[in-house]
T-cell receptor, first 113, second 113 residues
Framework: AQSVAQPEDQVNVAEGNPLTVKCTYS??????LFWYVQYPNRGLQFLLK??????LVKGSYGFEAEFNKSQTSFHLKKPSALVSDSALYFC???????????FGSGTKLNVKP | EAGVAQSPRYKIIEKRQSVAFWCNPI?????LYWYQQILGQGPKLLIQ????????DSQLPKDRFSAERLKGVDSTLKIQPAKLEDSAVYLC???????????FGDGTRLSIL
């Protein structure tokens, strides 16, 4: 069965500090992995994806994520957080040979000035 | 490019009434998704279309929910009759192909009284 877990409901970080939002997944075969961000009363916006290739993926707004096959993880990172990064972040997974996407339950990121 | 358009943005109905949501995907996107996002949770896939054919509707409550994508462009999602537990945001998304990032509309917030 395919699934994705975001173990932290909320992450608090000070502006200027590095941030990490965690994601682990379970999928049969090779995964397609995605991160999305959601601002209040808006739909989800795509940040970055891993399909194949380099394990470190760079995306929008200075975010990056590292694919770790042995730990089945795809953590989202940013070297220096901004207050404007405060939002809800979702990890999503899809097996390469299976059509359905699965989203995590979301992590609320709070960046304090 | 124009984004995914959804209407209405908000809808309030009483239980046992019917409601319909409309989605116009990004031009040229073959894949269209409807998701249900309950407050505090990640999006749950209800139905996925590839052009005008259904790829996955395994999580669609077919006794009350229906969806169609005539001509492979815009789509409607209907609930009849509505239940209290249907209160949620209904998100429409589209992508060029089913393994590509999804572009989301801003959703329809449904409240059942």
């Amino acid at each position: 069965a395919q699934s994705v877990a975001q173990p932290e409901d909320q992450v608090n970080v000070a502006e200027g500090n590095p941030l990490t939002v965690k994601c682990t997944y379970s999928v049969s075969g090779n995964p397609y992995l995605f991160w999305y961000v959601q601002y209040p009363n808006r739909g989800l916006q795509f940040l970055l994806k891993y399909i194949t290739g380099d394990n470190l993926v760079k995306g929008s707004y200075g975010f990056e994520a590292e694919f770790n096959k042995s730990q089945t993880s795809f953590h989202l990172k940013k070297p220096s957080a901004l207050v404007s990064d405060s939002a809800l972040y979702f990890c999503a997974v899809r097996a390469y040979n299976f059509n359905k996407f699965y989203f995590g339950s979301g992590t609320k990121l709070n960046v304090k000035p | 490019e124009a984004g995914v358009a959804q209407s209405p943005r908000y809808k309030i109905i009483e239980k046992r009434q019917s409601v319909a949501f409309w989605c116009n995907p990004i031009s040229g996107h073959a894949t269209l998704y409807w998701y249900q996002q309950i407050l505090g949770q990640g999006p749950k896939l209800l139905i996925q279309f590839q052009n005008n054919g259904v790829v996955d509707d395994s999580q669609l409550p077919k006794d009350r929910f229906s969806a169609e994508r005539l001509k492979g462009v815009d789509s409607t999602l209907k609930i009849q009759p509505a239940k209290l537990e249907d209160s949620a945001v209904y998100l429409c998304a589209s992508s060029e192909q089913d393994n590509q990032p999804q572009h989301f509309g801003d959703g329809t917030r449904l409240s059942i009284l």
